[in-house]
């Protein structure tokens, strides 16, 4: 199954990168243009293309165990606030406005610095990606000093994720196929999250939606103390 999902999501991508090349070596580009959003079609699909292949080359090392893992004392509200400074002009694009209520830099996590900056990145990428014009997307960072965490939340106002998909959407190529018109993706964002915090890190994952209303994405991970 996880060939043939492979390869599905190598060929879509593959085949309009072809197809684009064909068209510019055929002379089909009249124009200046017309060239140019061939070349942009290509640029993007070949982003998409290098993402894909990251994605499956990070979660086979994670679970296959022989991914490096560099573990130091960080402040998780420190690597939310560098992925809030890639994601601003992305929902700035969207007229989407950004909410940030974190928690003060001095509680910290045993974690890896770049592995935890991946898995909000993509949470906060999807959030502004299937929330519509004029939404919101909020970012917050909280303590639970009782229980000993530390909790990080990516909520939207955006499609949301139906009933039925719910139990799926962290499964290797899934997608919401209610949500597919809205952006394009791999299907491996969530799985790769998934990893992270909980294979990597001993965390926890959720994820609460409502169809129409929005998301909420939430890890914890154990604070060090």
């Known amino acids: 199954d996880f060939v043939s999902n492979v390869s599905h ?11 684009y090349i064909e ?31 990251e994605n499956i080359l990070n979660i086979s090392r994670i679970e296959s165990g022989v991914v490096k893992v560099v573990r130091e004392p960080v402040s998780l509200t420190a690597i939310v606030k560098q992925v809030l400074d890639v994601g601003v002009p992305q929902a700035r ?41 004029g939404g919101k997307v909020t970012l917050s960072v909280t303590m639970d000093e009782r229980r000993g965490v530390t909790v990080c939340e ?13 139990p ?3 499964d290797k190529f899934y997608r919401v196929r209610a949500n597919k018109r809205m952006a394009k993706g791999t299907g491996l964002g969530l799985t ?32 060090l103390t």
């Open 9 to 19: 999501e190598l060929k879509t991508p593959l085949s309009s990168i072809k197809a």
């Open 23 to 53: 068209m510019l070596v055929d002379g089909e580009a009249t124009d200046e243009k017309m060239r140019n959003e061939f070349y942009e079609i290509i640029s993007g699909e070949t982003d998409r293309l290098h993402r894909l292949i």
């Open 93 to 133: 694009g969207k007229n989407i406005e950004m909410i940030e209520q974190l928690a003060p830099l001095y509680h910290q996590v045993e974690a890896d610095r770049d592995m935890i900056y991946q898995a909000v990145l993509n949470l906060l990428s999807n959030a502004i990606k299937y929330t519509p014009e």
């Open 154 to 166: 990516v909520s939207d106002t955006g499609m949301g994720i139906p009933v039925d998909d719910l």
């Open 168 to 170: 799926h959407i962290f």
């Open 192 to 223: 790769l999250v998934k990893h992270i915090i909980e294979t990597v890190h001993d965390g926890k994952l959720s994820v609460t939606s409502e169809a129409g209303k929005g998301s909420t994405f939430s890890f914890e991970l154990p604070l």
